[in-house]
């Protein structure tokens, strides 16, 4: 019996596997397990296993880029590919050329997937979500300018906001050059200065729809310097684009009425403005007059004519006050007098003389005593009707 090396073993069983073509091209269900995908040569290697046992997988670059999704582990999966010998370790495994969800489809799972990296990532972040102008200067619509979107967004406009300008970028809606198409047509609106962008169509299938659910039309919508309105024309769920935008419209012809807002509205309210402000004109102009009229009053007070005409007035009042004063204290100082005089009239000598009496002087001295006299004394006696000189005898 001849002796064989491990490599001949090892390559025998390889090319033994290869020639049964029950084991080449066959479809394999299992449950994904410790999956690593090595980033620089693209390669993929995993588990296969279901309840009993487990097998190794490889998948090479060129096939793993060709999958919607990316493999995780616990995920049940159907994989497609042959048993293989890996001659340098002696280990069977499967050569993976194509992998499919087991269960739910590969865009659905995806699409998931994807909304849950833009999740982590903020795009859909409501902190994020800027409001839309009140009343826009200029409208972009990135859409199919020969699809019924872009008529419905006219229509509504024209009808109820004339006085904006719609701005129409030409978009590829559905399609594998969709996602770039509609990302130029954003980029353009922004650069052309819109206040607001829609981006949007009509309905469709989940297919048509796809390119509103690339990850390249949500970082194009979450990068736009101006609010964005999502308008894809589909009810029930919401598509990448509707997460990403700024505000979400169910169709395009709401997403115009989302907007711009009615002329008629606008009127009102500007009429109505038009009152208040009349109104706040008038109490203006009333508190101000009142306060003019204040301040006038208080001014012409404190004014230089007013000042002298007080000065005049009050001079006037104490000149009266100070005459009557006068006058007053005159009369009292008359009256004191007339008094006075009444009294000194009572006391005095002289009316004394008038009843008979007369004064005896002696030289200066007012006699009172006859023993003050000697005989041949001169003497001058004063009556009251004059007077007369006399000497003593006895």
Do not use: W
């Amino acid at each position: 019996m001849p002796v064989l090396t491990v490599s001949q073993i090892n390559r025998y069983l390889s090319f033994k596997l290869k020639e049964d073509k029950n084991l080449q091209g066959i479809m394999v269900r299992g449950e994904i397990s410790n999956f690593v995908c090595h980033y620089r040569s693209g390669h993929c290697y995993f588990t296969l296993k279901d309840k009993d046992c487990a097998i190794k997988a490889v998948m090479f670059a060129q096939s793993a880029a060709r999958i919607k999704f990316v493999p995780e582990d616990g995920m049940s999966v159907i994989a497609s590919g042959s048993v293989v010998v890996y001659e340098r370790d002696g280990v069977y495994q499967i050569n993976i050329t194509d992998l499919q969800p087991d269960g739910a489809g590969t865009a659905s799972i995806a699409l998931e997937q994807l909304k849950t990296k833009l999740q982590k990532e903020g795009i859909f972040d409501t902190a994020h979500k800027r409001p839309v102008p009140a009343m826009p200067r200029r409208i972009g619509a990135v859409t199919s300018l020969s699809g019924a979107a872009i008529k419905d967004i006219i229509n509504v406009l024209s009808r109820r906001y004339p006085i904006g300008e719609l701005y129409c970028v030409n978009a590829l809606v559905q399609g594998e050059s969709a996602p770039d198409s509609i990302c130029r047509g954003i980029l353009r609106a922004e650069q052309a200065g819109c206040d607001v962008v829609i981006v949007g169509r009509g309905g469709g299938s989940s297919e048509d729809l796809s390119a509103f659910n690339s990850e390249k039309v949500a970082y194009a919508v979450y990068n736009c310097r101006v609010p964005v309105i999502s308008a894809v024309g589909h009810e029930k769920d919401y598509s990448i684009a509707d997460l990403a935008a700024d505000l979400r419209a169910p169709t395009p012809s709401a997403a115009a009425e989302l907007v711009a807002p009615s002329i008629d509205n606008i009127s009102e309210q500007i009429g109505i403005m038009e009152r208040r402000i009349g109104i706040a004109a008038s109490r203006t102009i009333d508190s101000a007059s009142e306060r003019f009229a204040s301040l006038e009053s208080r001014l012409a007070k404190q004014s230089p004519e007013n000042r002298l005409r007080l000065s005049d007035e009050r001079l006037s009042g104490l000149e009266k006050r100070l005459g009557s004063g006068f006058e007053s204290y005159m009369r009292r100082r008359e009256s004191a007098l007339d008094e006075k005089l009444g009294q000194l009239e009572m006391l005095s000598p002289v009316k004394v003389l008038s009843r008979g009496y007369s004064l005896v002087y002696h030289g200066q001295d007012l006699i009172n005593d006859a023993d003050k006299l000697r005989d041949g004394d001169r003497i001058k006696i004063r009556f009251g009707n004059g007077e007369l000189y006399a000497q003593i005898i006895k």
